[in-house]
Structure formats: C-alpha cells, structure tokens
C-alpha cells in the first residue's frame, strides 16, 4: 500500500494562495519588487545613501558617523522570496513558511479587496517599466493574456497585438469597438498611447482613463 499522495492544485488556487501571503506581508510594511509565476519578492526598508552621509561625515568633522552606522544597521531593504509550489506548499526564503494563509475575517474584506487592488496596480507599473525594453516585453509575454505566459502584468492589455474578443476585458471597449481598433491596427498602424488611440479610433471619451490603466501598447 503506498502512502498519501498529494494532488496538483489547480492554477486559480495557487494564485489565491500566494495572493493571501503576499497580503500578509503588504499588512506589515512589506512591498512588491517583482512577481513571476507562483513566485514573488518582497522588500522592505529602503537602500542608503552612502555618498550623501560620506559627505555630511566629512563637513561635521566625523560627528555624523554613529548616525551613519545606524542608517546602515536599520535603513538596509530586507528582501524575502516567497513561492507557492504545485501543491499549495508555501516556501518562505526556501523554507516552508509557518502557518498556512487564512481568509480575512469578514469585516476586513474591504481593507483586503483594496490591497489586492492596489496590489494589482503595483503590477502594472512594474509591467510597464519592464515595457521599455521591448525584447523583454515580448518575451515576458507583457499584455497578452491570449497567450500562455507565467509573468503577472497586472492584467495589461496590449492593444496593438491581442485579438479582438481580449479587448473586451477593457471596461467600455465593446466586441464592435475591438473591431474598429484592429481594423485600424492592421491597415494603418499601430498605436503609441490611449490618448492617440481614442483620437484615431473616434472612442467615447469616457473610455480614456480605463485605457491608460489598463492599455499597453508595445511596437
């Protein structure tokens, strides 16, 4: 008789899972620097500005340097990396992390379903930065949820090469607009912004703040 085998979860809970302690730790002051797949690294704290306390040491004659050496004992970023494995086992900095998630209480479902949304924000300025490299963006699979991908982009949408139907996860963008935006796309040229693509496309102008949200537009 063989022992207990444990099960493959299914996508959708991995990601509520490490989406749980990641909340955990944005309760504590932590933050997110980056996130792959079922993986992500938390900072917190901020680096040192050596060369700006060098030189405060030096025009006080030394008496700046206990000050110093505290900023360098308490003001380096810590960094943790936390994963979530194929069977819902949770490693915190490579060791299995103590106490599985819980659901929030009740009352706190708000506070949580703003940390999440924020959370999700953070995503996509750190998919947008990553962006600027558009070899890395391809890639990463950036604003391609057509696709599979593990990167996390906080659900960008890359106007100028998804298919129509993905458009439509743009609040406002209807099948029939998606259409006119890839008619254009692919007779005229591709976008730059969400400004220039609600000009060209003739979009209602309430479209223009969920597109600059939530649109990418890679070359």
């Known amino acids: 008789m063989t022992g207990f085998q444990?099960?493959?979860?299914?996508?959708?809970?991995?990601e509520a899972i490490l989406n749980s302690v990641i909340m955990q730790h944005?309760?504590?002051?932590?933050r997110i620097e980056s996130r792959i797949g079922n993986q992500a690294v938390l900072v917190r704290g901020t680096e040192v500005n050596h060369p700006l306390h060098a030189v405060i040491t030096v025009l006080v004659c030394g008496l700046w340097?206990?000050?110093?050496?505290?900023?360098?004992?308490?003001?380096?970023?810590?960094?943790s990396?936390?994963?979530?494995?194929?069977?819902?086992r949770v490693m915190h900095g490579g060791m299995p992390f103590v106490g599985m998630p819980v659901q929030p209480p009740r009352f706190n479902q708000n506070a949580h379903a703003i940390q999440l949304a924020n959370m999700r924000r953070d995503l996509r300025l750190q998919a947008r930065n990553h962006a600027r490299d558009v070899v890395l963006a391809r890639d990463l699979r950036i604003?391609?949820?057509d696709l599979p991908r593990q990167y996390d982009d906080g659900g960008l949408v890359d106007i100028n090469h998804?298919?129509?139907?993905?458009?439509?996860a743009i609040t406002g963008i209807t099948p029939e607009l998606a259409?006119?935006?890839?008619?254009?796309?692919?007779?005229?040229y591709s976008f730059t912004?969400?400004?220039?693509?609600?000009?060209?496309?003739?979009?209602?102008?309430?479209?223009?703040?969920e597109l600059v949200e939530y649109a990418i537009f890679i070359p």
């Open 26 to 30: 944005l309760s504590l002051g932590w």
């Open 6 to 14: 444990p099960v493959p979860l299914p996508p959708d809970r991995l």
């Open 162 to 168: 998804v298919p129509a139907p993905v458009m439509t």
């Open 81 to 88: 990396i936390v994963s979530v494995d194929p069977y819902g």
């Open 143 to 145: 604003g391609r949820p």
């Open 179 to 188: 259409e006119r935006i890839v008619q254009i796309r692919n007779t005229v």
């Open 65 to 79: 340097l206990p000050v110093w050496l505290i900023a360098i004992a308490t003001g380096s970023p810590q960094r």
């Open 193 to 209: 912004s969400a400004e220039e693509l609600a000009v060209v496309a003739d979009l209602p102008p309430h479209l223009t703040p």
